[in-house]
């Protein structure tokens, strides 16, 4: 069965940095194309960014362009979020996602298939 967990998340002061950790178990992760969305309450869930199975360029929301960097490390099952020069804007639930539908400028999960973690909050303090 997939599962994945997310961790990596906490409490930080603007311009600061945090990285996110998704670890994928039950499944080959090199064949998902895998994304991290994020959500504060009352508001709708926000993609921010994706890395496919492909040769693909990853995707990045425009809130987090030039800040954050996805990738991926198939020998560890793991996909990582690096994010940088935070805001509290920044602050959310952030979610991993597998099986997402993802290119250079779309994320989007598959309705069928996609798989989520529990969720990791990030807070980021003025």
């Known amino acids: 069965q997939l599962r994945l967990v997310e961790s990596g998340g906490g409490l930080v002061q603007s311009g600061g940095s945090l990285r996110l950790s998704c670890t994928v178990s039950g499944f080959t992760m090199e064949h998902l194309s895998m994304g991290w969305f994020r959500q504060v309450p009352g508001s709708q869930r926000e993609g921010v960014s994706c890395?496919?199975?492909?040769?693909?360029?990853?995707y990045y929301a425009d809130s987090v362009k030039d800040r954050f960097t996805v990738s991926r490390d198939t020998t560890r099952s793991t996909v990582y979020l690096q994010m940088n020069d935070l805001k509290p804007e920044d602050t959310a639930l952030y979610f991993c996602a597998s099986d997402v539908y993802c290119t250079e400028h779309t994320l989007e999960p598959n309705l069928r298939f996609t798989s989520w973690g529990q969720g990791t909050q990030v807070t980021v303090s003025s």
């Open positions: 890395i496919a199975n492909t040769d693909e360029r990853p």
